[in-house]
């Protein structure tokens, strides 16, 4: 019959489902430093151990377009599973003082197919740009796509 | 005791689908966030045009010179069977590329007449003082201009629909007539209904 401890475990169980249920999808995040000759440093953080078991990010290129131009950067992404990955990116570029240069940088839909690896691109906003943040999450759309 | 047992299930159940219930009421929500709402053309795929084609530009060596050229920007033809405001998708490119400070837009395409009347206004209505009255024959010619096109595909089979759109943008030199830059954008998207419901 009833004891206690149904009476601890329900509570328990139903906000671990609660918790689990309203999850948010917090991104991987890739930051580069550029320096002059190009790539200066990087550094990885890892919020969705999910997402980083699937998707890796590899080989970061930086090139300065023109003269006086901006930088233009590719960061390859692979996917490491057998299965095609649905996932949203966002590039965000910053000065060399820290402020945001990008005018929006929307989440953006991508799609890798199993093993796949492909470049992902973006031009800095304007030449002030040095650092810039690739953050990698699962789709996490306004609304389903049901019709 | 059997009843408290209930009261409790059915109260966790409660709290389990008001904890995770949309509500109906407005909230604002992140313009930067993906929308899949319907396969129609939406915020996303704005986004997702603008992202390429300001990447594309901005990497092409006409903008890296230095010069800043001037931009007319032309029309995007919409080709699609529905309705999309093409002038946003133009009026987000251009903001951008504004923003970078490696190019510059002409407005006569937009307000010309405003221009024109404005112009009238301080040379010929004698209210505004000559000294600073701008006249005709001042404005910048175009070294560019940017068109386009929007074309998308539509099939529908059983609960599957799929939809492809295509951009396809060009920057043309107004001097010499050739294509100076191109550069399309693929979208693709598919919604499956659901076995019941409308």
């Avoid at chain 2, 005709?136 to 595909?153: A, C, P, R």
Wanted: proline share 5%; aromatic share 8%; charged share 20%.
């Amino acid at each position: 019959m009833l004891n206690i401890r149904h009476f601890i475990l329900l509570p328990v169980i139903s906000l671990s489902f609660i918790i689990v249920g309203c999850a948010t999808s917090a991104p991987n995040i890739l930051t580069v430093q550029a320096g002059p000759g190009g790539l200066s440093s990087k550094k990885t953080e890892v919020n969705s151990s999910t997402l980083a078991r699937k998707l890796d990010f590899g080989e970061v290129s930086i090139r300065a377009v023109g003269p006086d131009a901006g930088m233009e950067a590719q960061v390859i992404v692979q996917n490491k599973s057998k299965r095609d990955v649905n996932f949203e990116y966002r590039f965000i570029w910053y000065d060399a003082k820290g402020f945001e240069v990008s005018s929006s940088a929307p989440w953006l839909p991508a799609i890798l197919g199993a093993k796949e690896a492909r470049g992902f691109k973006s031009s800095a906003p304007n030449p002030n740009a040095v650092r810039f943040k690739l953050m990698i999450r699962k789709p996490h759309p306004l609304t389903d796509m049901g019709t | 005791m059997k009843r408290i047992f209930i009261f409790i299930v059915f109260g966790a159940l409660l709290t389990l689908l008001s904890g995770c219930a949309t509500t109906p009421s407005v909230s604002y929500g992140s313009a930067e966030q993906v929308e899949t709402i319907t396969t129609g053309f939406g915020s996303t795929d704005l986004q997702m045009i603008a992202e390429k084609m300001v990447n594309s530009l901005l990497a092409t060596p006409l903008l890296q010179s230095g010069k800043r050229p001037v931009v007319y920007v032309h029309r995007v033809k919409n080709k699609t069977d529905e309705h999309i405001d093409t002038k946003s998708i133009t009026d987000k490119v251009k903001v951008t590329l504004l923003k970078s400070g490696r190019v510059r837009f002409s407005a006569v395409s937009e307000v010309n007449d405003e221009m024109i009347k404005q112009l009238e206004y301080q040379t010929s209505s004698g209210i505004v003082d000559p000294n600073t009255a701008k006249t005709f024959g001042h404005q910048v010619g175009s070294d560019y201009f940017l068109y386009g096109e929007i074309t998308s595909i539509k099939k529908r089979a059983g609960r599957v629909e799929d939809v492809y759109f295509k951009m396809t943008m060009n920057l043309v030199n107004v001097e010499s007539g050739l294509i100076e830059w191109a550069d399309e954008k693929e979208i693709r998207k598919q919604a499956k209904k659901p076995l019941l419901g409308p």
